[in-house]
C-alpha cells in the first residue's frame, strides 16, 4: 500500500512563494510518475504539474514559470516550489502517484493566495 502526505500549505500574499511537500511511504518506484494536482472551490481538479524518469517534467500553462516540481527518490518526496503565487492560485493542493496498477492520492493541503 502507498501513503502520501502532502504539506507546506498556508497563507501567503499575493506575489509570495510556499513550497509543498509530499512525503511517499510503501512501494514507491521512481519509475513511475508523480504529479502535483489542486482544486479551487466550485471547480474540477486540474492538474498543476508533472514528472517521471520517462518523460520529465511537465506543467500546466497557468504555472509555466512560476512552479516547480521535483523529486527526492531517495526520500521519497515531492516537491513543488511556487514562486509569484496569485490569487487565482487558491486551491487544495493534492499530490498523485500512480502505479501499474493504481492511482494514490493525499488529503491535500490548503493553499491561499490573498492580501
Known amino acids: 500500500q502507498v501513503q502520501l502526505v502532502e504539506s507546506g500549505g498556508g497563507l501567503v500574499q499575493p506575489g509570495g512563494s510556499l513550497r509543498l511537500s509530499c512525503a511517499a511511504s510503501g512501494l514507491i518506484s521512481s519509475f513511475y510518475p508523480m504529479v502535483w494536482y489542486r482544486q479551487a472551490p466550485g471547480k474540477e481538479r486540474e492538474l498543476v504539474a508533472h514528472?517521471?524518469?520517462?518523460?520529465?517534467?511537465t506543467y500546466a500553462d497557468f504555472v509555466k514559470g512560476r512552479f516547480t516540481i521535483s523529486r527526492e527518490n531517495d526520500k521519497n518526496t515531492l516537491y513543488l516550489q511556487m514562486n509569484s503565487l496569485k490569487p487565482e492560485d487558491t486551491a487544495v493542493y493534492y499530490c498523485?502517484?500512480?502505479?501499474?496498477?493504481?492511482?494514490?492520492w493525499g488529503q491535500g493541503t490548503q493553499v491561499t493566495v490573498s492580501s
Open positions: 498523485n502517484y500512480r502505479s501499474a496498477v493504481n492511482s494514490y
Open positions: 514528472t517521471s524518469s520517462g518523460t520529465g517534467t
